[in-house]
């Protein structure tokens, strides 16, 4: 074997001769252009002769304005010369060559059997990618991801939620006791700024967990490929083909990679098009919004509840696509639908672990960073005192600056049924980075309660401590016994209440105020504009990145209105038929 | 070139071998097809059809081709398979 290899590593780093007459025109070629200083300089000359007899336009190009009248007028007689021999089939004839070569080299160093078996991967394609099964097939795997993102990780964001409104705010607070500053300003930044901002995001670590590890298994098992070879006919219906759906995957995750994705599609077009759809794909940053408000308004419904909005924004794609492939794209042509499949592989825990990770910590850097400043600068907002008798950072929430603020704009969200300047202020902030939506809504519903939970024990550090343990352990139960409910059979009970008691109560209030009384509708009505509003900063800026300021802006106001027409149509049709 | 007996991939059954012949079409799909790997003379079978693309075995290599690609190569069937 290893000298068979040898011989083989020295047969292929002998230069590779073309047939004759392809040889000496490239000959010919090649020391013309090794003269050509311009055209020596820039590209090795064999190379370039290749290039041109296949003819590469951009490098023809290169030959043109480098190389000048000479070097075209030889490259012209040697396609010439060579189409009396080979036809129209000249490049096909170099490619021929080029696989003869490695299939010769390959023969030597490979023994394989004598015909191609059907391989177990193949076996498996028959059924996954089926005809009719293919799509049932897709949904039912993704159905499975939800159910695994909301109920078995439910119990986990519960015991999260729990450990950081508790215990770690009163540490907090005990802390700054040795520093004698835990009431006044201080106190409040610590635990109404930054515990229940950046908190409120971080509780909802285990969902990303779940839905990213869901993700990497998909991705490395090889079915992702699947997937959009299966969806391709789907796409169609967007203008775009199969090869576009792996973008639109991704934009699950985030739309941000899923935009520079969307670099290996072949034509500017499906470029364009793909990136104006992706934010449609409702990404990871959102999850933790619809898991708050469907755990507040629909505890029992909640998995089925972001089921139905993942697909209301895939349909919301499907129709925005075949309306853009109608009207500002109606005379580009498609590029033609190639794409690799790799074989089934077993997917290592050690690979699926490292991508959970990666993007897991990136989310955590980021409610480090951006979610600890938009929290800090809205509990500055909420804490400077703008009508009443206030004083800073003990001023009621509604006569705060952010209040303020935000009812600036909370007349736009009126008839949809959320005009309160506590979830306008949300959706603003929301604009920088979509998780913020939950740290938001917590800080300025949450300062009407104002209180750290007490605890069922008195607070020691070691009640405490157990107290987390403990949790823990009985969240892992409740996951395991929510495993069974993913196909549908259901061990527990629906949980009354896994978000602090007080925030939901407040928040049920807000949206029931501003509804005139159908807090249920109004709450859905916002969970469609979250899902499809303006895409956050990060998003925007690798879209005009990518596609230049228009598309930008097309994306950034397009979104917004159909947003609000969404809503308007879900929170006024709802009203219509009660 | 050309026997009687080629036909587009597109309508090859599941699971038949058949052998490239020739790729018909414009210029740069053909081109586009050989530094894929269908070169002429290559063996080539159909895994799977989705209703808007093929996924075609050649070699250790599967693709899947759009409906207009798997129209443009021309092949001969060389057994019938187990469908």
Known sequence: MMTTLDRSFHQASAPFRYPPPIETELDRLADLFARLPGLADAYPPRWLAIQALEGDEALMHAIRSLGGSAAVAALDESLERLRAVYGDDLDVALVDQRYRFVHTVATQAVRRLSTAPVTLSDRIDRVVTHRWLGIPIFLAVMWV???????????????LDG??????????????????????????????????????VLAFVPVLLALYFALALLEDSGYMARAAFVMDRLMRALGLHGKSFLPMIVGFGCSVPAIYAT???????????????????????????????AMVFFPAHAGQVIFGLYLTGITVAVGMGALLR???????????????????????????????????????RKAGTIILATSIVVWLLLAVPVGGEGRFAETPVDQSAFAAVANGVTPVFAPLGFGRWETSGALVTGLIAKEVVVGTLAQAYGSTEGEIAPPDEPATLTNDLTGIVGGFGAAVGDALRALPGIIGINLVEAEEEPIAEGLASAIRAGFMESSGGQGALAALAFLVFVLLYTPCVAALAANRHE???????????????????????????????? | MHSHNTLPLMFVGQGVRARLVGISGSQRTAHRLAELGFVPGVELSVVADSGS???????????????????????????????
């Open chain 1, 145 to 159: 991801v939800f159910k695994l993102t909301t109920d078995v990780a439910a119990p986990f964001v519960d015991w």
């Open chain 1, 163 to 200: 450990v950081l409104s508790g215990p770690v705010s009163r540490w907090v607070v005990a802390l700054l006791a040795l520093f004698g500053a835990e009431d006044g300003w201080v106190a409040s930044l610590m635990v109404d700024g930054v515990v229940a901002g950046v908190g409120g």
């Open chain 1, 263 to 293: 670099r290996t599609l072949d034509s500017r077009r499906d470029r364009i098009l793909t990136g104006l759809l992706v934010p449609f794909m409702s990404c990871s940053a959102r999850l933790p919004v619809y898991v708050l408000i």
């Open chain 1, 326 to 364: 109608h009207t500002l794209f109606r005379h580009q042509p498609q590029a033609p639908f190639v794409l690799e499949l790799p074989p089934y592989r077993m997917p290592t825990l050690r690979s699926i672990w490292r991508q959970m990770w990666e993007r897991t910590s990136s989310f955590i």
């Open chain 1, 547 to 578: 596609f230049g300021a228009s598309w930008m802006l097309v994306s950034l106001l397009g979104q917004f209105a159909i947003a609000w027409l969404a809503a308007f149509i879900v929170f006024q049709g709802g009203l219509v038929l009660r």
């Open chain 2, 53 to 83: 693309a093929l996924m075609v075995a050649v070699g250790d290599t599967r693709l899947a081709l759009g409906y207009p690609l798997a129209q443009a190569l021309l092949v001969a069937v060389l057994e019938k398979g187990a469908s």
